[in-house]
């Protein structure tokens, strides 16, 4: 097959890892005979720096003309007193809202090889394999009027029902194809947008039967992530709790640095990007777990190309190379060998050759 | 001394916990020779059932007639279908509103003697020593205008300068009186009211130079609780995040059965309740542990009536008898005994007669 892909490397690690990604990628190429032409543009900070716009209109184009876009990571303390419209986070929330990409995917999975870096108990860690659907276009992170005086601020939280019928949608058919349970998380006995989340969750339901739904309070939900994570199959919920919750999830099994993501709208286009940020301490110095890149790159290539089998090859290398004891430093402890993010990333690359 | 408490023993377990925390206060009284004049009062679901009403005028009527407020639970799946004004959380929302509660204070610190219970390891959950303090009379749950048709909900976060300097100065006091850390929890890279956040604690902090002072974002603040929870010493955040957050913080420790809260308003007036919610599923059976009410009416001495010897020897006895090994059943682990409310609260109350 001949695909188009966008990579947007952004800051900090974002290059470092963008590129042990793109080096898998070309492997796979080859392997699998394969054409992935890439093409590369700027997003965040470095589009900041470059042309004073986060998301310019060339990385527009160049992700529209393509059939998926990789994304390393955008911000840092360089930006951060910059007004609004210069701030690399706006860079991400625009491509969001360009291409419409309302489904935030994010799977947690423990990794029996890193439970030793879990902040949670084994017992408690070991069964953890969820996916967090998050609601990534509307809420309070996009609606107008917003205002802000030196005296008063206002901020505005509003879905409409279509905006809450296709994530849920999206959420019950990925719990059909998994355990079949859906916790959909929302504050209903207080915002009224929560209880027009939770009517339609109510009225979808009726056509899965196959699947169990629960509704969850977000604030419960907070402390069951951490007392019973294994509990979970599929969460859906809307975009800020999503934030937060997500974040949260990233780190109970010790995995941060492994956790792909998608943001999709429900035809396989979308951009894939680690669930880490731009660490800007360690940027430059290939120190980076390029693992999560890859993953994500994995991702894409089920999610947006349907190549079931390149993709699991992927996986099957990262997960190996874990398993021989190979680690990048973010997940340092005694015994385990350390690499730099260009040598990790190469025992991928020997991994996927002897897969042959 | 005398005062006035009107005690609101709620739902579920709310009645056995404060029964519990009311018969220690009467030691209290005797042996320090207090007045404490206890008048019961109806909130919550059991107002809604003899009235019709979350929060009655009578209850508010004996409230203001008070010193200081003990509150058990509201809430219960008997009430989860009913309209939004005769709902339980609403007597909840309605009181603090009412007194203007607007700042919730929760302390969350690791007991050894329950650290098997946590769900995190050992060595991340056993610094943990942290003050969460919510805004709780502002934002998202409160503002206007909030909409909501079969096609489209709103809902509206509004903060004005006041309010949010008022709950800033609360923070930065407590954490004068600690360790002098203050994270500020926002999300100021999208929201508008995360900004004026922002702006006022940055302006605020030039009258508290002995306090350090970190912004942080709602999400990495959602990981570092569980990574890191030993690095806070005073959190200060919004109504819904602090919400969000303070129910997360209120697991790491295995001690969710054990933390007291505060809503106060400044002048040390206030309700006082356990973190714990009415646990439907355990009332009425003689199960619940009783101590985070208990060490709530420690809170409420210490806080409204400054009575600190009284305070510090309820915590004491309570910290004794779980030194000594009993437990009730949401502490249950191997080789640990399981007394029934009534029978720990008796160790307590024999525990305060040894004090003396
Ligand atoms: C950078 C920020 C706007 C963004 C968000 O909150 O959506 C990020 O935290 C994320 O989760 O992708
Ligand atoms: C019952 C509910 C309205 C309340 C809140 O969210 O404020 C509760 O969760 C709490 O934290 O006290």
Request: charged share 25%.
């Amino acid at each position: 097959m001949e695909k188009t892909i966008t990579v947007l490397p952004g800051d900090g690690i974002g290059p470092e890892v963008t590129e042990a990604a793109v080096k898998v990628l070309e492997t796979i190429a080859k392997r699998y005979n394969h054409t992935f032409k890439l093409q590369f543009a700027l997003i965040g900070g470095a589009a900041i720096d470059a042309c004073e716009n986060p998301l310019p209109e060339e990385t527009i184009s160049l992700c529209s003309d393509s059939d998926a876009i990789l994304l390393g990571a955008v911000g840092g303390p360089k930006w951060d007193q910059n007004p609004s419209h210069l701030r690399p986070e706006k860079g991400l929330l625009a491509i969001r809202k360009h291409f419409g990409l309302y489904a935030n995917i994010r799977p947690v999975k423990a990794i029996p090889a890193l439970l030793e870096s879990s902040p949670l108990k084994k017992e408690i860690a070991e069964n953890v394999d969820m996916v967090i659907v998050r609601e990534l276009t509307g809420g309070l992170y996009f609606a107008e009027p917003r205002k802000k005086t030196e005296d008063y601020a206002l901020d505005t939280l509003v879905y409409t029902r279509p905006e809450i019928e296709r994530i849920v949608d999206t959420a019950f058919q990925l719990a059909r194809s998994r355990r079949g349970k859906l916790a959909s998380v929302d504050k209903a006995n207080v915002l009224d947008s929560s209880k027009l989340w939770r009517e339609i969750v109510e009225e979808k339901k009726q056509g899965y039967p196959d699947v169990e739904v629960e509704h969850m309070l977000v604030d419960s939900t907070a402390m069951k992530l951490i007392t019973k994570p294994g509990a979970f199959d599929v969460i859906v919920t809307e975009n800020m709790f999503g934030d937060i919750l997500s974040d949260e999830a990233s780190v109970i099994t010790g995995s941060l640095g492994m956790l792909p993501s998608a943001s999709t709208r429900g035809d396989g286009f979308g951009l894939y990007e680690p669930v880490h940020g731009s660490a800007p301490d360690i940027a430059g110095q290939n120190k980076a777990n390029p693992a999560a890149c890859i993953l994500s790159a994995a991702m894409m290539l089920r999610e947006a190309f349907q190549m079931e089998t390149e993709a699991a090859a992927i996986e099957e290398a990262v997960f190996s190379v874990l398993n021989d004891g190979y680690f990048t430093g973010d997940l340092q402890t005694k015994g385990r060998r350390v690499l730099s993010t260009s040598d990790w990333t190469d025992k991928v690359l020997d991994e996927l050759d002897s897969e042959f």
